[in-house]
């Protein structure tokens, strides 16, 4: 890769690249994101479209809120179990919506901890219309 | 408590980048690419199916804290490492370090590093960053991924410190306590360079190294039957570019930084050949680097049929050959 083909303009994300410079010496170039800088809107898009469909699944009753942020965050059940310290078997049954109401709110909070929201934000979903936008990255 | 004067510095990666810094920062004048060289960091492996990945992946460096422990052992440095049974020890353990103005590097969640864009934050365990000060209830770190010094919440680092699951941190930090004045650096990449082509082709697994890269080629066109729809397959395809480019690797999965530890080397052995051998990889790279851009294309587009996936696989299957052949001709340029 010469170096001047590798410079991305792309403030949002630097990344460094190492490169072929003028001389023919490896050097390392502070660039940007070729993906950000050209396919984040593309990104954003899939991501809108995946909240809008859990969303429906949740307020359908198919699926739990614990559901919709374990997809959201890309995890498996039994990565979400080990994360939050709750048995496989028990994971399996919070994510369905029968057994949401059930789950204690200490085990709710070890939810939330492992998707970084707080309690209250993981339940706003249960009253959100299907197009509102739920905050899926507040700090707890 | 404050901050401890650290020069910071971005790397392509991580691991090698927190490494290289604390070296650096200590006094030993090495490279990032020479410390990913000598500890064997390049390397590949495919998962198809496993339980903490909620969908095929492949890794393009080797296990996570061995570039540490491979770098500790042929150059003569001795690290201090520690882990802890629970959150508060292992915070006031950190408390007592910066206190001590010893800067440190801890393992975390990446998914917790707040200071970056959301879009980039996914749940990994093996994320290394290095602490240098402590100003109210806020953490001054030192991020390879990031231009600057940064501040990071202590709530967020403790979660990110002790996240569960799989390859869980448990607090891990470690820092250099022993720098030998001379070092052998000829002995060192000759033993991590022979380690580097032992990976790549002789590891008797299916999934790793050249062979691996075989399997990711074969396995592509299965993609579709892990997919939810066409959005999360195309966002999966896209992801192979992120591996390969944005999550510090240095761009073309680590290819690009490993030519450049070859073009090094080759003038600490005066080895001319390594420096021809060096120019091969960076062109390996550069087939990486289409596969990289072919694999956003056609995710953005969505033209993910049979067709496009068997087009990436025969790709893939070119770096294979490729790489093989190099990495036999590096193996016996040593021998």
């Known amino acids: 890769m010469k170096e001047k083909d590798g410079f991305i303009d792309c403030p949002q994300q630097q990344v460094i690249l190492y490169v072929e410079k003028e001389d023919g010496k490896y050097e390392p170039i502070q660039t940007g994101s070729y993906l950000t800088k050209n396919y984040l809107d593309d990104y954003e898009l899939k991501r809108r479209h995946l909240e809008e469909s859990l969303k429906k699944q949740v307020l359908s009753g198919e699926v739990s809120p614990i559901y919709y942020y374990m997809v959201l965050e890309e995890l498996t059940l039994s990565e979400l179990g080990a994360r939050a310290g709750i048995r496989k078997g028990k994971v399996k049954k919070h994510l369905e919506a029968a057994h949401f109401n059930s789950i204690p709110r200490e085990t709710l909070q070890l939810y939330a901890d492992v998707f970084n929201i707080t309690v209250p934000d993981m339940l706003k979903i249960l009253v959100a219309k299907p197009d509102d936008s739920v905050n899926t990255n507040t700090v707890s | ?335």
């Not at chain 2, 080895?271 to 790279?285: A, D, R, T």
């Open chain 2, 1 to 335: 408590m404050g901050t401890i004067a650290y020069k910071h510095k971005m790397a392509a990666h991580c691991e090698s980048g927190a490494v290289t810094s604390l070296l650096n920062n200590a006094g030993l004048d090495i490279t990032e690419p020479l410390v990913f060289g000598i500890s064997s960091g390049i390397f590949f492996g495919y998962f198809h199916k496993m339980k903490s990945f909620a969908f095929p992946t492949f890794i393009v460096r080797n296990k996570p804290g061995s570039i540490r422990k491979n770098l500790a052992k042929r150059l003569g440095i001795k690290f201090h490492t520690e882990k802890f049974h629970t959150p508060d020890e292992g915070m006031k353990r950190l408390d007592e370090l910066l206190g001590k103005n010893i800067p440190v590097a801890v393992q975390v969640d990446f998914f917790y590093m707040d200071y970056l864009p959301e879009w980039e934050r996914v749940h990994i365990n093996v994320h290394f960053i290095v602490v240098v000060g402590k100003e109210g209830s806020k953490y001054i770190v030192s991020d390879s991924y990031f231009p600057k010094l940064v501040e990071l919440e202590s709530a967020s680092l403790r979660k990110a410190r002790f996240a569960g699951g799989s390859m869980s941190p448990k607090g891990f930090l470690f820092y250099p306590e022993y720098i030998p004045k001379d070092i052998d650096y000829k002995k060192a990449i000759i033993k991590g360079t022979k380690k580097a082509c032992f990976n790549m082709l002789k590891i008797p697994l299916p999934f790793v190294g050249i062979k691996g890269i075989r399997m990711f080629a074969k396995k592509i066109v299965e993609w579709p039957s892990f997919a939810r729809d066409t959005e999360h397959l195309s966002h999966e395809i896209m992801k192979i570019n992120i591996l390969l480019e944005d999550q510090g690797t240095g761009g073309a999965g680590f290819r690009f930084m490993y030519a450049t530890y070859l073009q090094q080397a080759s003038a600490i052995l005066g080895k001319p050949e390594w420096s021809g051998l060096s120019k091969e990889m960076m062109e390996i790279g550069d087939g990486w680097r289409e596969i990289s851009l072919f694999a956003s294309r056609i995710g953005k587009n969505r033209e993910l049929g049979p067709d496009r996936l068997k087009e990436l696989g025969a790709m893939l299957n070119g770096r294979a050959e490729t790489e093989e052949r190099f990495f036999r001709r590096l193996k016996n340029s040593i021998n």
